[in-house]
């Protein structure tokens, strides 16, 4: 018989102590960590950039971990330390430089991001158009501006396109014309105001900047909103029980006495100003960084709750309001229901109506369809599909209504146009100002027209009458072509697109349009192309320069700002009239340092001193 097989002996592993395990526990981790950050900083963005070097398109050398964030880091510390510099450049020098360095094409690493900066009118076509799915915006905005949420300007795919589809109504051309004289009551209110204090102080400097921007946020608050923040023509005394939106929260007219849209304008420029610090450090691109309980971003935070705060009081004295409303209609049905339907019925809506206050009922009579009144009836059509109301087999009945938008996404996109519908006005006007402060002859050409179109007071302006004031319209584009809203933008490639014969993006690669840079390219607007020459749009928008893309303040393609008319349209109405009422230079004190945040904004602020113009009075200016 076989003998079994001989088993040979367990092998047997030396024992290990808890320390030693440890070491070697630790030992992996710094491992697995170190690969990361080797493919992070290194073989990842060499790749990319290696990729495109094969392509032909030229760049600064590869520098580990900083890439050009360095160079910026150096300039914004040069401009802060150089008054001169900083009045000669740009907010945008070190990309400026790039694209006058190597080209309309760069590639370039932002710390270890690999991105590829496109200065040329046909790429750009090609990424906001033809290939706009494989081009979704990047998530750095936001998170490090939170403030936004996912509101229109950061959401992305069918997010985005829902959202665009509720708010496209609010901007079309009926509810324009229904806002502006709501545009001209606010400024009207402004004006009378800014004239009273040159009358007793003349030759005082004041903000422009401060003022412009509380005027524009008192415009979007009426006309988008429902709700006067104060910003003209009083502190909104009384509003929040007589039936405005703009309602006090029992903060008896706001802190230290200020207006809402004056605490707004104030915890903005703060936000933004932490905020904006954050993302530029060269930490921000490590992964939970900008959530980190630091100073600045403790101060971010604080600013966001005071904002919040007085959007959460908007949105509750309308909703508040509705009920109102929706119990006033009810009641009124059930009397009309009864034997005396008709006396019932106008005795009750004449006594509902004397509650709710005649402001309250004039504005639901003008205001029925305005931008919060939209985001409070939304519902999502695709919702309704996915519910069973496509009419597809098996469909019996109509399905549910579909669901009303949340209340965090109709906060965050109420906060989204509350901050575009001002910023991008007002630090229009605010480069304008200063533009025809130090162009005397373009400022008078522009009264004249406005004189010659809309008579001495002004009382003429209306909306057909703004489509003909085409010297003051020149300006506005010149002016958004030095001082673009948002002078860079970017994207992020999460397909590899061909986007010419010659170039391709890699997925993972962002792109960065440098619109500042695309302004002043000699090789499109001519050798004039860093002066100021309205004339150049003379012959339009498109004959301006060699490519009708040259020019894109409001972006281009499916994600064109969706209140660009809106905001020109109040710019030419508060323009117009402000050169009617007031000439003005801007004071000697000023310092010229444009800063990118969210939106292009001058640092220090735009001290000016107005005079009131030969036979400016106030009687055809108030309202």
Not at 323 to 348: I, K, L, R
Not at 487 to 498: D, F, I
Not at 555 to 561: E, F
Request: with cysteine.
């Amino acid at each position: 018989m076989d003998s079994a097989p001989s088993l040979s002996p367990p092998l047997l592993l030396p024992a290990l102590s808890p320390a030693s395990l440890l070491v070697a526990l630790l030992a992996l981790l710094l491992t697995a960590l170190l690969s990361v950050a080797v493919n992070f900083f290194w073989v990842v963005p060499r790749r990319a950039m290696a990729d495109l070097a094969a392509q032909g398109v030229p760049g600064p050398p590869f520098r580990l971990f900083y890439g050009v964030l360095a160079d910026m880091i150096q300039f914004r510390k040069r401009r802060q330390s150089d008054p001169a510099f900083a009045a000669s450049s740009t907010a945008t020098h070190v990309l400026d430089e790039m694209v006058r360095s190597y080209g309309p094409v760069v590639r370039y690493c932002f710390g270890p991001m690999s991105r590829v900066l496109i200065a040329d009118p046909s790429l750009v076509r090609a990424i906001y158009i033809a290939h706009n799915d494989a081009f979704p915006k990047t998530t750095l905005i936001r998170a490090a501006f939170p403030l936004l949420g996912n509101g229109l300007v950061t959401a992305s795919g069918p997010l985005w396109a829902a959202q665009r589809r509720r708010i496209n109504p609010a901007f079309k051309h009926s509810e324009l014309k229904r806002m502006f004289p709501t545009m001209l009551e606010c400024t009207r209110a402004a004006l009378a105001l800014w004239e009273k204090q040159v009358r007793a102080e003349p030759g005082k400097e004041v903000r422009i900047d401060n003022m412009l921007e509380t005027l524009t946020l008192e415009v979007i608050g009426r006309a988008a909103f429902g709700a006067k923040l104060g910003g003209v023509g009083g502190k909104g005394e009384g509003e929040g029980d007589e039936g405005g939106d703009g309602g006090r929260g029992g903060e008896g007219g706001g802190q230290g006495g200020k207006s809402e849209a004056e605490q707004l304008v104030v915890a903005f420029r703060a936000y933004f100003e932490a905020a904006g610090a954050t993302v530029r450090s060269p930490f921000a691109m490590i992964p939970g960084y900008l959530s980190l309980p630091l100073a600045l971003h403790r101060e971010r935070d604080r600013q966001e709750r005071l904002i919040r705060s007085i959007m959460r009081r908007m949105i509750a004295a309308r909703r508040h309001r509705r009920e109102q409303q929706a119990t006033a209609a009810a009641a009124a049905a059930a009397v009309a229901d009864t034997a005396d339907a008709a006396a019932g019925a106008d005795a009750f809506a004449t006594e509902n109506a004397d509650d709710t206050g005649a402001k309250g009922r004039a504005a639901d009579d003008e205001g029925a369809t305005d931008l919060l009144e939209l985001m409070l009836n939304a519902t999502d059509e695709e919702s309704d599909a996915a519910a069973g109301g496509g009419g597809g087999a098996g469909v019996v009945k109509s399905a549910p209504h579909p669901p009303a938008m949340s209340d965090q996404q109709l906060m965050d996109e109420c906060l989204t146009f509350l901050l575009a519908g001002h910023e991008t006005t007002s630090n229009l006007l605010t480069w304008t100002v200063l533009l025809l402060s130090q162009h005397a002859t373009w400022q008078q050409r522009a009264r004249e027209e406005a004189r010659q179109v809309l008579g001495a007071d002004g009382a003429g302006l209306t909306m057909e009458k703004a489509a003909e004031l085409k010297t003051i319209t020149m300006i506005l584009n010149e002016s958004l072509r030095l001082y673009p809203p948002a002078p860079v933008v970017a994207r992020l490639c999460a397909t590899r697109a061909k986007l010419s014969e010659t170039l391709s993006i890699p997925a993972g690669c962002g792109v960065t349009v440098p619109i500042g840079a695309m302004h002043r390219r000699k090789e499109l607007w001519g050798e004039d192309a860093n002066e100021f020459k309205p004339e150049r749009f003379e012959n339009g928008i498109n004959k301006a320069a060699t490519h009708p893309l040259a020019f894109i303040p409001f972006s281009v393609g499916p994600r064109t700002c969706i209140g660009q008319n809106f905001a020109v349209l109040e710019a030419k109405a508060i323009l117009s009239l402000l050169l009617l009422k007031f000439s003005w230079r801007v004071a000697p004190s000023y310092r010229h340092y444009p800063e990118q945040l969210l939106t292009l904004k001058t640092k220090y602020g735009m001290p000016a001193v107005l005079t009131l113009v030969d036979g400016a009075g106030a009687g055809g200016e108030s309202s």
